[in-house]
Structure formats: structure tokens, C-alpha cells
């Protein structure tokens, strides 16, 4: 009998232990953190702005490049996630959105986003409806779609060459980066905790101000509000580093953008609001919403001041903070008891939720004309300047002063 060659086997122990690349913990950490960051950049460039939305055209190279990386990092098929994120658009916050917090509970996206997911690439109707566009070459169909989990298949026997045993540690990461951190933070608490720039008709929320960890995805509100711009960050605050890789790229002349968020310009004060005013107020309208809400929210916050004073029951007021600047329709039926209960005893919120509504009948109310439109917006702004309250006031001269 052969005893084993101590050699190959010392050989062998030390594969295992530190596979064919020798790094120290930390660089294997780093290694995971890089990985998975271009993981992250793939779906929000390649698989989101670029195929989900056509906000950008990418070159061959970062095409072809992050397509391969989609199937070794994910196993994801482009077509599928492309589907299901348009619906998720065009249906959201309905029974019908694959992944809304606000139909199917916050939990069950944290938990289970995986398996819904799965279940809606299952929909025939889902796949033919909205996925369209995709790529439908030779290698995506004999390769990448067709033998999807093989990718990450592949990335275990890499990880594992790579590190030894410690690779599957580092296999796992990856695969668990995008579920965690896309399905569950951003189709999850990005519907459902945050700050708004914009009075979206949905629940988007920003997670952050800067979008880093998720490639900027972060932004969630901003993108929502407007889906085909390539860039997600809009206010000098906040940082998209996605939006900053998309820059590199068209500077070497590997992406062309295709469309950006448009900016509401404000100059003097026009003596009445006109036509041009009426475009600007159509065209920024989740902007202006989203500056009104502010001017609610401050007018409430001052109604509360003024009411500790007198030991009174804030609760609803309170309560109906949260509500006061959504449309009806977003409000839940538990709170809607509250907010009007809020209302009659305030006048002042009463007369600013009301205003509101009429200033969003300006682009809802399709069968007015041009001309008509702008007559009923100089008459509401001569309403809230007539008004006595001065957020109202302030409001309406910050909007005739918009183009």
C-alpha cells in the first residue's frame, strides 16, 4: 500500500487553508467589499438606468462587461429584472407591484423579497408586457438566460480557488448583496422610510443623502419622481456614485446619457402668473408639491407650539402631521378620522389642505384649456396672497417667480 506523498498532501492543507492567492483577512474583506461594489454598480448602471429605464447608452465594453458580471455575480437574467422593475413602476404601491412595503407589509420585503421576485419572473404576462428591449443576442440566449445559475455556480469555484475554504464565506456575501441590500433596503424601506424631495404620487422615500453603499439607489424618491434620468442625485447635498461612474464612462466615450432631472428656475416676481407659469408649475409639479408640503409641515409644527402652551390634546394633530400634504387617496382609513378631526380645529391647516388640492387640479383637470388654466392660477394665487397666512402667501409668490 502507497502512503500518500507528504508533500501533495501539506500541499493540499495549505490550499485549503489560503487557496492560490495569499491574502491576510483584511484583503479578502476588501476583496468581498470591491466585489460586491461592482455588483452594485452593474444593476444600477447596466440592469436599472440603462436597460430598466434607456436613461443611458452604454458602450460595448461596459455592456458586454457587466452582462458577464450580472451572470457570475447574481445569476440574474436581464430580461426578468427589467420586467419586473417596470411593472413595479407602472403598478406601484397597487396590489399588482411585485414589491411594495405599503401592499405587502415591510416585513415580508426584508424577509422573503428573494421569493417574490422569483415569483413574479415566473408571469408570462409580466415578461412579454414589460420586458422588452432586452438583449437577445446568441449569448444571452444559449448562455446567460439559458443557463443562469451556472454563473454563480462559477463564482463559488473561483472564490474557492481563489481563498480556500474561506472562499465560500466570501461566495456568500456576494450572493447574498443584492437581496439584502437592493430587494430588502431599497424595494422595502425605499418605500417606506426616508426624506422626499418630491410629492411623488407614490411612497418613494431617499434613504440617504448620499448613495454610496447601493450605487446611489439610495436616492430612491428623486428617481422615482424622474425614472429616466441617469442621475439620481438632484440637490448640492446629496452624492450618486453611480451618477459619478456614468460621468467617467461619457468622458472616455463609453456611455452616452440620454436624459437628466430638469431644474425649476426661479427668477423676479411676475406681477401675475401666466402661461409660462403654468408650464413651470405642470412640469416641476412633484417639486412644487414637495415645497408646499414643507410650508405645511411648518405651519403645523407652529399650531403645535402654539398649543402646548394652552395643555390641550395634541395627539391628533400630531398624528395628522403626517398625512396633511398627501393626496386623499394616500391617506390610510385609520388616520383619516384624525386628519379631519386636525382640520376643523385648525382653519389654517383646513384652508392650506384645501388649497392644495386645488393647485393639483391645475395639471389633473385635462379638460380645461391652456388660457382657462392660467386664468384659474392667477385666481388661486390671488386667493392664497388674500389669504392671511403667510406660508400661503409666501408660497404663491415663490411660484410666480418659477419658469
Known amino acids: 500500500m502507497l502512503l500518500p506523498d507528504w508533500a501533495v498532501l501539506n500541499s493540499t492543507i495549505d490550499w485549503l487553508s489560503n487557496g492560490l492567492w ?71 404601491e397597487t396590489e399588482e407591484d411585485p414589491h411594495s412595503p405599503q401592499t405587502r407589509g415591510l416585513k415580508k420585503l426584508l424577509l422573503e423579497g428573494v421569493e417574490l421576485y422569483r415569483a413574479e419572473s415566473r408571469n408570462a ?11 437577445d443576442d446568441w449569448i444571452e440566449r444559449n448562455l446567460y438566460t439559458r443557463y443562469s445559475w451556472q454563473g454563480v455556480g462559477l463564482m463559488l469555484i473561483i472564490d474557492l480557488a481563489l481563498f480556500g475554504a474561506i472562499g465560500l464565506v466570501v461566495w456568500a456575501v456576494q450572493m447574498a448583496w443584492i437581496p439584502v441590500m437592493a430587494t430588502g433596503v431599497i424595494n422595502g424601506i425605499g ?17 440617504s443623502f448620499w448613495g454610496i453603499i447601493i450605487g446611489g439607489e439610495e436616492l430612491h424618491n428623486n428617481h422615482h419622481t424622474y425614472p429616466t434620468s441617469a442621475r439620481f442625485s438632484v440637490k448640492p447635498y446629496e452624492f450618486d456614485i453611480g451618477w459619478f461612474y456614468i460621468s467617467m464612462m461619457e468622458k472616455i466615450g463609453w ?25 413651470a408649475l405642470i412640469a416641476h409639479r412633484y417639486e412644487v408639491m414637495a415645497g408646499y408640503a414643507r410650508e405645511m409641515r411648518s405651519v403645523c409644527k407652529a399650531e403645535i407650539a402654539a398649543l402646548k402652551e394652552k395643555q390641550v390634546d395634541l395627539s391628533p394633530l400630531k398624528a395628522a402631521k403626517r398625512w396633511l400634504h398627501r393626496d386623499d387617496d394616500k391617506v390610510p382609513a385609520a388616520a383619516r378620522p384624525q386628519l379631519a378631526q386636525a382640520r ?22 385635462t379638460s380645461q384649456s391652456r388660457e382657462q388654466l392660467a386664468l384659474d392660477l392667477q385666481a388661486w394665487c390671488h386667493r392664497a396672497e388674500a389669504s392671511g397666512i403667510e406660508a400661503l402667501q409666501q408660497f404663491s409668490m415663490r411660484l410666480r417667480a418659477a419658469h
Open 125 to 135: 404576462e409580466t415578461m412579454t408586457k414589460y420586458g422588452t428591449g432586452t438583449p
Open 344 to 365: 376643523a380645529a385648525h382653519p389654517v391647516l383646513d384652508k392650506m389642505v384645501t388649497m392644495r388640492e386645488e393647485l393639483r387640479q391645475m395639471w389633473l383637470n
Open 22 to 92: 495569499d491574502l491576510s483577512w483584511w484583503q479578502i474583506v476588501l476583496y468581498t467589499l470591491v466585489t460586491t461594489h461592482i455588483t452594485i454598480v452593474g444593476v444600477t448602471i447596466f440592469l436599472h438606468r440603462s436597460q430598466s429605464h434607456r436613461a443611458l447608452d452604454l458602450g460595448p465594453i461596459p455592456f458586454h462587461f457587466f452582462r458577464l458580471w450580472m451572470w457570475l455575480g447574481t445569476g440574474m437574467v436581464t430580461k426578468e429584472f427589467v420586467a419586473i422593475h417596470r411593472k413595479h413602476h407602472a403598478k406601484v
Open 191 to 207: 418605500h417606506y422610510w426616508g426624506y422626499r424631495n418630491f410629492e411623488s404620487a407614490d411612497c418613494s422615500t431617499n434613504v
Open 255 to 279: 456611455a452616452k446619457v440620454k436624459k437628466t432631472v430638469p431644474r425649476m428656475q426661479l427668477g423676479d416676481v411676475k406681477p401675475v402668473a401666466d402661461e409660462k407659469t403654468l408650464e
